[in-house]
C-alpha cells in the first residue's frame, strides 16, 4: 500500500476519534479527518509502518502505545501561540488582579501568588506572565514581592522547547522594547537570529506534563489565578464542563480565570463570575 495514495478508513478515522478523545478530550469531528490523515502519515512514515491501518493498530497495542504515545499527541495538537498573545488579559492582571489580591489575601506580600499556565504550548504565554509579574514586582514600594507560576502542557515536546527558552528573533517582537532589554538575551552568534529567556526569568518558572484530562493535578497549594486560554475551543461541551469544574477547584474563593477570546462559558455551571469579557472570578459556592 502508497502511504501517499492511502486514505484513512472510516475504522480508523473511528478508532482514532475514540482513541484521541478519550485521552486527550479532543474532539477529533469530521472536519478535522483531512488534518488528522495528513498528521498520521507524518507519524506512520516516522515509525516505518507499512500503511496507516497498520499505523493505527500499532498505536492501538500497548507496545505501540507505550512507544508512539507522546509523537502521536504531539501530532494530534495544536500549538500556535505567541509572547503577549490577546494582550488585553496581561492588562488586566497588572492593573486590577495583581493589586486586588495583594490586598485581599496578600498574594504576592504576605505570601507568593500562584499562577498556572494550563496549556502553556512552547512557554510563550508563561514567559509573558513571567515578565509582567516581575515588573509588577519592581513597582511595589517594598520589592519583596513572591510569584509563583506552574505551566503545564499535554505534550512533552512543547515542555522541552519551552523549558530551553530559545525562540527566533522574529518570536519576541511582541514583546516592548524595554522588557526585550530586561528579560531577553541575544545570541551571541548574530546570525543565527535567536533570543533567549533570562535565566531570572526562566526560574520563575516550573514546567510539567499534565493532562487536563487527569483526575488528579497535583497542586499542592490553592490558585489565585488561573491562564486557560485556547485549549477548551478542542474539547466537547460536556468535557469542558468537567474539566473546567476541575479547574475551578483548585482556584481560591475570589482568584481569577482568564480563558481565550473565542471561548464562551455560557451555559456552563461553574462557581464563576464574569468581571470584563473572557475574565472570570471565583465566588463562593
Ligand atoms: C493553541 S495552544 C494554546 C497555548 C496558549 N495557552 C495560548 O493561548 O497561546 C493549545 C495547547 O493545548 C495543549 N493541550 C491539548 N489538549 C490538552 C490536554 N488534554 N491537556 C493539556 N494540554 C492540552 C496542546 O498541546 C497545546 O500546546
Not at 500499532?58 to 499527541?73: I, K
Not at 486557560?228 to 479547574?247: D, W
Amino acid at each position: 500500500m502508497n502511504l501517499d495514495a492511502e486514505t484513512l478508513s472510516d475504522r480508523d478515522f473511528r478508532r482514532m476519534q475514540d482513541l484521541i478523545g478519550g485521552e486527550c478530550g479532543i474532539d477529533l469531528a469530521a472536519s478535522k479527518r483531512v488534518m488528522l490523515e495528513a498528521r498520521l502519515k507524518r507519524r506512520a512514515r516516522a515509525v516505518g509502518a507499512a500503511s496507516l491501518a497498520a499505523y493505527c493498530d500499532f498505536v492501538q497495542r500497548p507496545e505501540g502505545r507505550a512507544r508512539e504515545w507522546d509523537s502521536l499527541v504531539d501530532a494530534v495538537t495544536t500549538h500556535k501561540t505567541d509572547f503577549f498573545r490577546e494582550p488585553a488579559h496581561f492588562d488586566y492582571l497588572a492593573d486590577h488582579a495583581v493589586p486586588m489580591l495583594a490586598d485581599t489575601s496578600g498574594a504576592g506580600t504576605r505570601r507568593p501568588l500562584q499562577l498556572w499556565s494550563a496549556a502553556s504550548s512552547t512557554g510563550e504565554e508563561p514567559y509573558t506572565l513571567a515578565m509582567v509579574l516581575s515588573e509588577c514586582a519592581a513597582a511595589m514600594p517594598r520589592h519583596d514581592y513572591r510569584f509563583h507560576i506552574e505551566a503545564t502542557d499535554i505534550s512533552t515536546a512543547v515542555l522541552e522547547t519551552a523549558r530551553r527558552g530559545v525562540y527566533p528573533e522574529t518570536a519576541v517582537e511582541p514583546v516592548p522594547l524595554e522588557l526585550r532589554r530586561r528579560y531577553l538575551l541575544r545570541s551571541k552568534d548574530r546570525t543565527k537570529h535567536l533570543v533567549r529567556v533570562s535565566p531570572q526569568l526562566r526560574h520563575q518558572v516550573t514546567f510539567r506534563p499534565l493532562n487536563l484530562m487527569d483526575q488528579d493535578y497535583h497542586f499542592d497549594e490553592p490558585l489565585d489565578i488561573v491562564f486557560c486560554r485556547n485549549v477548551m475551543i478542542y474539547f466537547t461541551r460536556p468535557k469542558q464542563q468537567t474539566i473546567l469544574q476541575h479547574i475551578v477547584s483548585h482556584l481560591r474563593v475570589g482568584g481569577y480565570l482568564m480563558m481565550g477570546h473565542s471561548e464562551s462559558l455560557n451555559g456552563l455551571d461553574l462557581p464563576l463570575e464574569q468581571v470584563t469579557p473572557t475574565v472570570y472570578r471565583r465566588r463562593d459556592v
